[in-house]
Nanobody, 122 residues
């Protein structure tokens, strides 16, 4: 059984910071890329940040310079450091694992966490 569990969300004032964490637990053999998506109620889910297996990162234009994604392959974890948060950053943030290979299988699949809520408000 494999699951992604996010943590670190909460309420923060504009200009503040939060650090999100996501751990893939269970029989994980390997993971290709990992990413953070976010979704506002009634809006389409969008890619916030992505980190490939080689460490290459991609960010949404509005987040460049404020958010930093990182991963720890030994822990099957991905993190999102969010600085200078703005009200428009408020959303449910979802962890995504691309091409996650379950131990014993020869193919990968995408897995999603259930999300963690980030609210930026004064």
């Amino acid at each position: 059984q494999v699951q992604l569990v996010e943590s670190g969300g909460g309420l923060v004032q504009p200009g503040g910071s939060l650090r999100l964490s996501c751990v893939a637990s269970g029989s994980v053999f390997s993971i290709n890329a990992m990413a953070w998506y976010r979704q506002v109620q009634g809006k389409q889910r969008e890619l916030a940040a992505r980190i490939a297996s080689d460490g290459k990162t991609t960010y949404a234009d509005s987040l460049k310079g404020r958010f930093t994604i990182s991963r720890d392959n030994a822990k099957n974890s991905v993190y999102l450091q969010m600085n200078n948060l703005k009200p428009e950053d408020s959303a449910v943030y979802y962890c995504n694992a691309e091409g996650l290979i379950v131990t014993g299988l020869l193919y990968g699949m995408d897995y999603w966490g259930k999300g963690t809520l980030v609210t930026v408000s004064s």
